[in-house]
Structure formats: structure tokens, C-alpha cells
């Protein structure tokens, strides 16, 4: 999950970012182009902060612990052992 997506998807913000920089920036672009390209370069910052956060409060500690699942062990074993990574779902707690 870790490197597999959220990095990737991370990537992806990075250059859809930048791409809007350069239409900011650019002399081209119309005032109203500019301003919705800044508005949604706010909105990516905060979810790159937002994705930055999780990796390293959330999915770094959980990889770092290298967590072995068995799947015999069913669903309602190993979800658990994901902790705040995974989204609470209620009746899988053991």
C-alpha cells in the first residue's frame, strides 16, 4: 500500500501541481484560468499534506513493523492487525 499506491498516487499530485504552477504562471493563460489553477493548487498542498501525514504518522510505523497475515486466520484477524491504517468497520473487532 505504501509503495505500491500511495506514493505513486503522491507522485501523481506532485505533477498535476507543478502543471498548474506553470498555468499560473503562465502568460497565455486567461485571469480566470489563473485563478482556478491557483485555487486547485491549494487544494492539492492540503491533500499532499494531508497523504504526507499518513504515511509517515499511520503506514511508515505499520511497514516498518513488517506484519506477517495468515490468511487462515480470516478477515476479522488480520484487518485488526492494521490498526488505524484501514478504516474502522464495525463487528470485526476481536
Do not use: C, W
Not at 489563473?34 to 493548487?41: C, T, V
Amino acid at each position: 500500500m505504501l509503495n505500491e499506491y500511495l506514493r505513486e498516487f503522491h507522485a501523481k499530485l506532485t505533477a498535476k501541481a507543478e502543471h498548474l504552477q506553470t498555468v499560473a504562471n503562465s502568460a497565455a493563460a486567461s485571469t480566470a484560468d489563473k485563478a482556478k489553477a491557483l485555487k486547485e493548487i491549494g487544494k492539492l498542498k492540503k491533500d499532499l499534506k494531508e497523504l504526507e501525514d499518513y504515511e509517515h504518522k499511520i503506514l511508515y510505523p505499520l511497514a516498518a513493523r513488517q506484519l506477517e497475515i495468515d490468511l487462515d486466520d480470516g478477515v476479522k484477524v488480520n484487518y485488526n492487525k492494521f490498526g488505524k491504517a484501514l478504516k474502522k468497520i464495525t463487528g470485526l473487532t476481536e
